[in-house]
């Protein structure tokens, strides 16, 4: 089983930035897409954004157009997603899942195989 493990998480003010990471271990992300989805309380999982495997496609949630970047470093077999101008709706746990299958269309989750246990992002004043 692939193992990712997600950092970066934390309380932040609205209008903030953070930078999360996802990191591989046991395998090499380099022929996977990656998927950011989160979890606000009391709501369903939903997808963020989801790079292809070699980086040069990406899809983007509307909620978060503009806002949020994701990138991969496979050298440093690690996945990001930058997250500037931070809201209060923001606020969710946070994971990254990996997945065989580049969608051409979209993020969806049930695509993914393989989940991180997740990071906590807090924007609040």
């Known amino acids: 089983q692939l193992q990712l493990v997600e950092s970066g998480g934390g309380l932040v003010r609205p209008g903030g930035s953070l930078r999360l990471s996802c990191a591989a271990s046991?395998?090499?992300?380099?022929?996977?897409?990656i998927g950011w989805f989160r979890q606000a309380p009391g709501k369903e999982r939903e997808g963020v954004s989801c790079?292809?495997?070699?980086?040069?496609?990406?899809h983007y949630a509307d909620s978060n157009k503009g806002r949020f970047t994701i990138s991969r470093d496979n050298a440093k077999n690690t996945v990001y997603l930058q997250m500037n101008s931070l809201k209060p709706e923001d606020t969710a746990v946070y994971y990254c899942?990996?997945?065989?299958?580049?969608?051409?269309?979209?993020?969806?989750?049930?695509?993914?195989?393989?989940w991180g246990q997740g990071t906590q992002v807090t924007v609040s004043s």
């Open positions: 046991g395998f090499t992300l380099e022929h996977y897409v």
């Open positions: 899942a990996s997945s065989l299958h580049w969608n051409q269309a979209m993020c969806v989750m049930n695509e993914y195989a393989d």
């Open positions: 790079i292809s495997p070699s980086g040069d496609s990406a």
